[in-house]
């Protein structure tokens, strides 16, 4: 079975730092490609980031770029989006979620069950 | 980036009724494979969002085939043949022709 089970969300002063982690389980996790998605508090959903292919290629939401990094270490299963100069806006649940790229697509098929960061002083 | 725009932004369905939803984008979604790089997810009350359809009009494993998709030009829409009361929820239509992927505002589909 597919499990992708995010954490290190927490409760952050504006200004500060946060690493997230998601864990993967149930599927060769280095074929797939990974995308974390955000979820302010009874708003919609929001792309944040992703990372594509045997190159690691990175992609960002403009509101982001500069202020977190998308990483992955496939040898422990697991995607990491490190968070920087976090601001209030940044608050939401974060989902991670995974698609198979290129001719394999069929949407993002598997989520996580997300993690709350909160910005506040 | 490529704006997403849904309607209705809330629906209203009688079980066993159709129900639609529309969603239209600022530019061609239209990828070089034919396909358009338009999906649709589900977000039933307290849960993380599931895929519904990818590429337009592909109906992702295990959903119920009341569900479909259809495409014309920048326009897509959603259909349920037959709403049953665990439709309730909000629906997103995404693009993935280009990053940033963006979605439409969500349209909140309760039971009458």
């Known amino acids: 079975e597919v499990q992708l089970l995010e954490s290190g969300g927490n409760l952050v002063q504006p200004g500060g730092s946060l690493r997230l982690s998601c864990a993967a389980s149930?599927?060769?996790?280095?074929?797939?490609?990974m995308t974390w998605i955000r979820q302010a508090p009874g708003k919609g959903l929001e792309w944040v980031s992703a990372i594509v292919g045997t190159d690691d290629r990175t992609y960002y939401v403009d509101s982001v770029r500069g202020r977190f990094t998308i990483s992955r270490d496939n040898s422990k299963n697991m995607l990491y989006l490190q968070m920087n100069s976090l601001r209030a806006e940044d608050t939401a649940i974060y989902y991670c979620?995974?698609?198979?790229?290129?001719?394999?697509?069929?949407?993002?098929?598997?989520w996580g069950q997300g993690t709350l960061v909160t910005v506040s002083s | 980036d490529i704006v997403m725009t849904q309607s209705p932004l809330s629906l209203s369905v009688t079980p066993g009724e159709p129900a639609s939803i529309s969603c239209r984008s600022s530019?061609?979604?239209?990828?070089?494979?034919?396909?358009?790089?338009l999906d649709w997810y589900l977000q039933r009350p307290g849960q993380s969002p599931r895929v519904l359809i990818y590429?337009?009009?592909n109906r992702a494993s295990g959903v119920p085939d009341r569900f479909s998709g259809s495409e014309s030009g920048t326009d897509f829409t959603l259909k349920i043949s037959r709403v049953e009361a665990e439709d309730v929820g909000v629906y997103y239509c995404m693009q993935v022709q280009q990053p940033p992927w963006t979605f439409g505002q969500g349209t909140k589909v309760e039971i009458k």
């Open positions: 979620s995974r698609y198979c790229s290129g001719g394999c697509y069929s949407g993002l098929d598997s």
């Open positions: 530019q061609s979604l239209l990828h070089r494979n034919g396909h358009n790089s």
């Open positions: 149930g599927f060769t996790f280095s074929s797939y490609a």
């Open positions: 590429l337009g009009s």
